[in-house]
Structure formats: structure tokens, C-alpha cells
């Protein structure tokens, strides 16, 4: 009850980006940040889970312009493989930049590579690193080997997990717990956040299931949720 879809606030102390922006987002973001500090969006792909609440924050960018309080437009990073990227503009108030894996993404201190993920439409996972940190998020996927290389040493590691090991093979496009602990514990990611968690079952089986695979330490995740890296 009362949780969020995904969306990931990233601050460095020198920069705040958004990674992901569904439902229920951005009444959370406005408890942790100021809607004006957000420098950038980057977003994994335009599934409603992962989107839902980009309108909104655009208009905010409008507010926020329009008051003064915001001096320039908010970035908006996507994939442009298809019609959902032209949506990422907004008049003069936000600005859509198209991403891809052959192009590393430095937003100040700040570098994104992208690895394409296998799901039933374009998506990406990132690796992201900042001051000699490695943030790994492995948005919606079935299992591809590159996603290894994305995690690669991760200090943190967060991973969709959408299925419990019984479904593997019975939905596509999607990890299991257990995928996603293989990751972690291929790619000696130094902690695995599970994620994009089922609606039904015992939540607590998912860890297990990671932890059966992965040495390091796994949690879920939830709402609210701070790591410090
Ligand atoms: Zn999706
Ligand atoms: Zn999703």
C-alpha cells in the first residue's frame, strides 16, 4: 500500500537525476528534493510503470519556469526508437535527448552507458558512475548475458525481479530472483537491491531465491528507501 513504481533519485552532491519516472513518483520525489534541483531524467523505456508520472513533472518544469523558480529547461533522456520520444519536449520547458549503447551519456560528473535489454519493446539498463562509484540498474529484461558486464563490480547493484524461479521460462521479458542473483554474483556487484517485485507471493522467497545464487547481501526494494554509496 502506498508504494511506487520505479523511479530512482541519484544525487552526487553536485547533481540530482531521476532515473525513471512512474506512477506515484513524484509525490515521493517532492519529500527528498525540491522539484527545481532535478538536473536531468533518464529514462529506461516508456512502460507506464516507468513513466506515469513524466507528464506531471513536466508541467512542473512549466510552473517552475513560469515562476521564476527554474532557470533553464529540464533534460529528459530516452531511447528514440519510437513515437514516445517526441512526447520527451515539452514546448520550451522540457528537452528530449535520444540515448543509445554506442554513446556514453556524461551528465556533469555523472557517466551513463546503456546496455539494451530484452523486452517486448526497446529498453535499457545503465551502468552509472560518479567519483569512482558504479551504480548499476537493470531496468525490465529477460536474461541476456551483457547484463554481467553492466553490473560489473557494481557498488550497488539494483535489478528487476519480477518473477519468482518457478515462472522462469513461463513469461518472457523478465528476470527471475534468481537471474538476478547470478548477475550479482557473476558480476561481484558488492550488494543487489531486488526490484519491479511481483504483485502476489511472499516477497521474502525473492531474497531467498537471490541469496541462494549471490554471496553478497540482497534486499527489496521500497519506498523511500536511501543507500549511500
Ligand atoms: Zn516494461
Ligand atoms: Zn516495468
Known amino acids: ?91 520550451a520547458f522540457t528537452r528530449g535527448h535520444a540515448i543509445d549503447t554506442d554513446t556514453p551519456l556524461c551528465l556533469g560528473d555523472v557517466t551513463f552507458t546503456f546496455q539494451r535489454n530484452v523486452h517486448p519493446d526497446p529498453c535499457f539498463s545503465m551502468r552509472v558512475e560518479s567519483n569512482g562509484k558504479v551504480l548499476a540498474y537493470i531496468s525490465d529484461t529477460q536474461w541476456e548475458d551483457g547484463l554481467v558486464q553492466t553490473a560489473k563490480d557494481a557498488d550497488l547493484l539494483i535489478c528487476e525481479s519480477s518473477l519468482y524461479n518457478e515462472y522462469k521460462g513461463v513469461v518472457s521479458g523478465h528476470l527471475t530472483a534468481g537471474e538476478a542473483g547470478r548477475i550479482a554474483q557473476e558480476a561481484h556487484a558488492k550488494s543487489l537491491v531486488l526490484s519491479h517485485l511481483p504483485h502476489f507471493g511472499n516477497h521474502a522467497d525473492l531474497v531467498a531465491q537471490a541469496a541462494g545464487v549471490f554471496n553478497g547481501p540482497v534486499e527489496l526494494a521500497e519506498t523511500g528507501k536511501i543507500w549511500e554509496l
Request: net charge negative; glycine share 12%; hydrophobic share 35%.
Open 1 to 91: 500500500m502506498g508504494q511506487a513504481t520505479s523511479g530512482y533519485l541519484l544525487q552526487t552532491g553536485r547533481h540530482s537525476i531521476l532515473l525513471d519516472c512512474g506512477s506515484g513518483v513524484l509525490g515521493q520525489l517532492q519529500q527528498y528534493t525540491e522539484l527545481e534541483e532535478i538536473d536531468a531524467v533518464v529514462l529506461s523505456h516508456y512502460h507506464h510503470d516507468h513513466v506515469a508520472d513524466l507528464g506531471c513533472l513536466q508541467y512542473a518544469a512549466r510552473v517552475l519556469m513560469d515562476l521564476g523558480q527554474r532557470d533553464k529547461p529540464l533534460d529528459i533522456y530516452g531511447h528514440a526508437e519510437d513515437g514516445n520520444f517526441a512526447g520527451l519536449t515539452y514546448h
